[in-house]
């Protein structure tokens, strides 16, 4: 079996909880952090829900690295979420875990030099705005030797977007850092809004968490505490998951289908945010990355359910989760 060294950068976040559990639980992935950004909500909540969800999954061997504060140049704004706020001890119960000491930034480069000098390379896993990313690149460039790709879960092309009627919420809340990690050379898998909106989680889904144990009730409660449907755009019950797109990518990429494109940001003006790929190469530049255009809807469902019931039956410890086998 294949191992992805894996760095979540992430923002803290319902979907980002699902994805954090996911990866948590499979051991095709060496989670070796969680790297912090202000996104969904503000970097002290952002911190604190993944500290809560670190300790929920019983892995008391990852780290959690506090980041950013907010974007690079733009001006600060929140995920449509955002008064759910610090996840309450009521949806997601109190742990005790608590962040290192050492920076997002900082962790981002000593881990990708550590796996260069052993001639190895980590995933980056992009589940927020990329701006502890694009500071690691611009102030450290050689860290791009020790950095085999970059997962996103962001941008929308064909689908417009959702926090505005142009952009995806990851790039719009910086997307200055989305640019410079989109140019940067790094190999780039991008999982768009037009994929993710294929794969519909209902009610139904978010009861079978429940057979997860604590973690799964927690994931069941918060995705319970918001309606995510619409059927007016999807066309049937249900919402998406985006951020779990990028793990079940990691652990069964033969549930989707990608095209390579050469993609870009507009970073001024009124579509500030908006992402554009040269699918028919128009632009006449090489592709930068890989965009995920189709999913198998319920094998993606299937997966993400069937990882977090492991937190059901199993004791939480790393010898029984995804953590380092002894």
Same mark, same amino acid.
């Given at each position: ?163 505005? %009627? ?20 790094? %190999? ?41 449907? &619409? ?46 790929? &040269? ?17 198998? &809807? ?29």
């Amino acid at each position: 079996m294949s191992i992805h060294k894996v760095i979540i950068d992430t923002d803290p976040g319902m979907d980002d909880a699902a994805a954090i559990l996911m990866a948590l639980a499979s051991p095709e992935l060496e989670v070796l952090g969680l790297t912090i950004i202000a996104g969904n909500v503000s970097l002290n909540d952002t911190v604190r829900n993944a500290c809560k969800l670190v300790a929920l999954s019983g892995r008391r061997d990852i780290s959690v690295h506090a980041g950013a504060a907010g974007p690079l140049v733009r001006e600060q704004v929140f995920g449509k979420y955002a008064k759910i706020g610090s996840f309450s001890d009521e949806l997601v119960r109190a742990g005790d875990v608590v962040p290192s000491r050492e920076d997002a930034v900082h962790f981002i480069v000593r881990s990708a030099r550590a796996a260069s000098d052993a001639g190895e390379k980590i995933t980056l896993c992009a589940i927020g705005p990329m701006t502890n990313i694009a500071l690691a690149l611009v102030q450290h460039p050689d860290v791009v030797r020790g950095i085999g790709q970059i997962v996103s879960m962001g941008g929308a092309f064909t689908a417009l977007g959702h926090r505005t %009627p142009w952009a995806e919420f990851n790039v719009y809340a910086d997307p200055h850092a989305a640019e410079i990690v989109f140019q940067s050379g790094v %190999p780039l898998v991008i999982m768009p809004l037009d994929m993710t909106f294929q794969a519909l989680v209902t009610a139904e889904h978010f009861e079978q968490f429940r057979s997860g144990g604590a973690a799964g009730v927690a994931l069941c409660n918060l995705f319970s505490t918001f309606d995510r449907s &619409d059927v007016h755009r999807f066309g049937r019950p249900g919402g998406p998951i985006h951020d779990a797109t990028t793990i079940a990518w990691l652990i069964r990429p033969d549930l989707f289908t990608g095209v390579k494109a050469f993609v870009g940001v507009q970073i001024t003006g009124l579509t500030m945010g908006y992402t554009y790929a &040269d699918f028919y190469k128009k632009m006449g530049r090489a592709a930068n990355a890989t965009v995920m255009t189709d999913v198998d &809807d319920a094998g993606f469902i299937n997966l993400l359910i069937e990882r977090i019931a492991l937190y059901g039956h199993a004791d939480l410890d790393t010898k029984t989760l995804g953590g380092p086998k002894s």
